[in-house]
C-alpha cells in the first residue's frame, strides 16, 4: 500500500526565517513520483514540483528547494526567507502503480510579519 | 479556458437527500478523479475514471457512485447524503494533458462546497 505522512500539521514562523515541511512516503513501486502541492487562502490547488524515483537531485527554485532522499523515503520541502504569501497549506503527494496519485493530510504554514 | 468545471460551487443540502456533483473538462483526458478534502485529512481519492464507462474505487468510496458516460463528464452521486460527507470536493484530471499522458501530476478544479445539515 502508498502513504504519505506530514507529520507536520501546522507550522508557525516568522516573516524572513526559514522553514522545512517533512514528508516521508511509503510505497512498493520501484517507478514513482513525488510531488508538492500549494493550497493558498483562496482555496485553489497550486502544484509545484514533480520528481521521479530516479531523480535524487535536490532542486531549487528562487525561495524553494526541495530535498529527495530515497534511503529515508523523504521528499521535504524547504522555504527560505519566508514570506506571508507563503502562508497556505502545503501537501505532498505520491503517485505509483494504479494511476492514483496519494495526498498526505497537509501542512499548515502560518507566515508572521 | 479553466480546463475544468465542477457544478455546482456550492450547495446545502439535508441529510439522506440524493446529491450529484458534476465535473466538466475540456482537455479530452483519458483520466479524471474526484477527491474530498478535509481538515486533517488532506485530500482523499473516492472514485477515478480511467474511460468511458471504465471507473475504479479509491480510498473512501463507501457512500459515493460514479458515472461517465462522456469523455468530458465525471459524475460523482452521494445516493442518501449524510452529514459525514459535508466537505469540499475537487475534480482533477492529469496534466499535461494529452489523452494518455499519466505521472501523476494533476490538475484540480475549483472545488465544490458540499454541506450536509
Known amino acids: 500500500a502508498q502513504k504519505v505522512t506530514q507529520a507536520q500539521t501546522e507550522i508557525s514562523v516568522v516573516e524572513k526565517e526559514d522553514v522545512t515541511l517533512d514528508c516521508v512516503y511509503e510505497?512498493?513501486?520501484?517507478?514513482?513520483?513525488l510531488f508538492w502541492y500549494k493550497q493558498p487562502p483562496s482555496g485553489e490547488l497550486v502544484f509545484l514540483i514533480r520528481?521521479?524515483?530516479?531523480?535524487?537531485q535536490n532542486e531549487i527554485s528562487g525561495r524553494y528547494s526541495w530535498n529527495f532522499q530515497k534511503s529515508t523515503s523523504s521528499f521535504n520541502f524547504t522555504i527560505t526567507a519566508s514570506q506571508v504569501v507563503d502562508s497556505a497549506v502545503y501537501f505532498c503527494?505520491?503517485?505509483?502503480?494504479?494511476?492514483?496519485?496519494?495526498f498526505g493530510a497537509g501542512t499548515r504554514l502560518f507566515v508572521k510579519a | 479556458d479553466a480546463g475544468i468545471t465542477q457544478s455546482p460551487r456550492h450547495k446545502v443540502t439535508e441529510t439522506g437527500t440524493p446529491v450529484t456533483l458534476r465535473c466538466h473538462q475540456t482537455?479530452?483526458?483519458?483520466?479524471m478523479y474526484w477527491y474530498r478534502q478535509d481538515p486533517g485529512h488532506g485530500l482523499r481519492l473516492i472514485h477515478y475514471?480511467?474511460?468511458?464507462?471504465?471507473?475504479d474505487k479509491g480510498e473512501v468510496s463507501d457512500g459515493y457512485s460514479v458515472s461517465r458516460s462522456k469523455t468530458e463528464d465525471f459524475l460523482l452521486t452521494l445516493e442518501s447524503a449524510t452529514s459525514s460527507q459535508t466537505s469540499v470536493y475537487f475534480c482533477?484530471?492529469?496534466?499535461?494533458?494529452?489523452?494518455?499522458?499519466?505521472?501523476?501530476?494533476?490538475?484540480f478544479g475549483e472545488g465544490s462546497r458540499l454541506t450536509v445539515l
Open positions: 475514471s480511467y474511460g468511458v464507462k471504465d471507473t
Open positions: 482537455e479530452n483526458h483519458r483520466y
Open positions: 482533477a484530471i492529469p496534466f499535461p494533458t494529452s489523452f494518455y499522458a499519466n505521472t501523476g501530476e494533476l490538475f
Open positions: 510505497t512498493r513501486d520501484t517507478t514513482y513520483y
Open positions: 520528481r521521479n524515483s530516479f531523480d535524487e
Open positions: 503527494a505520491l503517485y505509483g502503480g494504479g494511476f492514483k496519485t496519494i
